[in-house]
């Protein structure tokens, strides 16, 4: 089971920011979007969930998504914003049971609290979503979302789907781990994980496909062995990058080693 989208064009106003990108995630991957600034990661995730005007195709497990409706599609996939803003007073536990209403698992009252505590915001219930500092407000919008799509296959054996834009932004180191481990985990049961990514080291740790996003095209993607090249990162970020190999486990990891045009 596939997430497809053939995207012909994608415009914001008068502006194209995507042209003839062709992406593709497998569930039970983790697949991590990556490029500069700009680049069009972002867009491209929009595009998926049918934020920003288009044309072309996107498929989830074979079916056009523009043909499903709204409740069919908020049931097999949970889309995190880069950022939230909420207008009114909300506490966290009712922030995180929206998840319940616009998903498939409203009789699970359990579940707000489970995914809490998952993304390790346990006793936060009662506190008020605005008071809670930037990583701690992304963590419960990731529960959320959790919520929504919480089992990663449903009893038909479908793949559901997870599609975060920028999920570890705002963490600091422990937490980052933390939600990365979260998100390897449900593509491990099954399920599609397709993630907006700043972080080459992080994104070279976790993912199991990298897609090198630059200046509205895909300029690479496969593993992150295929992806992460000195000629690939170079051009992609326009300065000289080296891949480095750790010297414990062979992990990849990136130097700017000349910063120079």
């Excluded at 593709?24 to 697949?31: D, E, F, K, S, W």
Aim: glycine share 8%.
């Amino acid at each position: 089971m596939m997430l497809e989208a053939d995207v012909t064009r994608a415009w914001i106003g008068h502006k194209t920011i995507l042209q003839d990108v062709s992406f593709r995630a497998v569930a039970g991957q983790l697949t991590a979007i990556v490029g500069p600034n700009g680049a069009g990661k972002s867009s491209l995730l929009k595009a998926i969930t049918n934020e920003i005007d288009f044309s072309g195709e996107i498929r989830f497990n074979g079916h056009d998504a523009e043909q499903a409706r709204p409740w069919d599609l908020a049931a097999i996939r949970g889309v995190l914003p880069q950022s939230t803003m909420l207008a009114f007073p909300f506490t966290v536990i009712e922030v995180v049971r929206m998840g319940l209403l616009s998903g498939h698992s409203g009789q699970k009252e359990h579940l707000p609290d489970t995914a809490l505590a998952r993304v390790g915001l346990e006793g936060y219930s009662s506190r008020l979503y605005q008071e809670l500092s930037g990583g701690e407000q992304q963590r419960v919008q990731l529960a959320r979302v959790l919520c929504q799509v919480w089992d990663p296959v449903d009893q038909a054996g479908t793949p559901r789907w997870l599609l975060l834009d920028e999920p570890v932004a705002s963490l600091d180191i422990g937490h980052q781990l933390m939600v990365m481990r979260l998100l390897k985990d449900y593509a491990a049961r099954g399920g599609g994980v397709v993630a907006v990514m700043h972080d080459l080291n992080l994104s070279a740790m976790f993912a199991d496909r990298m897609v090198m996003v630059v200046q509205g095209s895909i300029l690479s993607a496969g593993t992150p062995q295929d992806v992460m090249t000195d000629k690939v990162l170079s051009q992609a970020y326009g300065c000289s990058l080296r891949v480095n190999q750790a010297p414990v486990d062979n992990s990849s990891f990136i130097l700017p080693h000349v910063a120079a045009l």
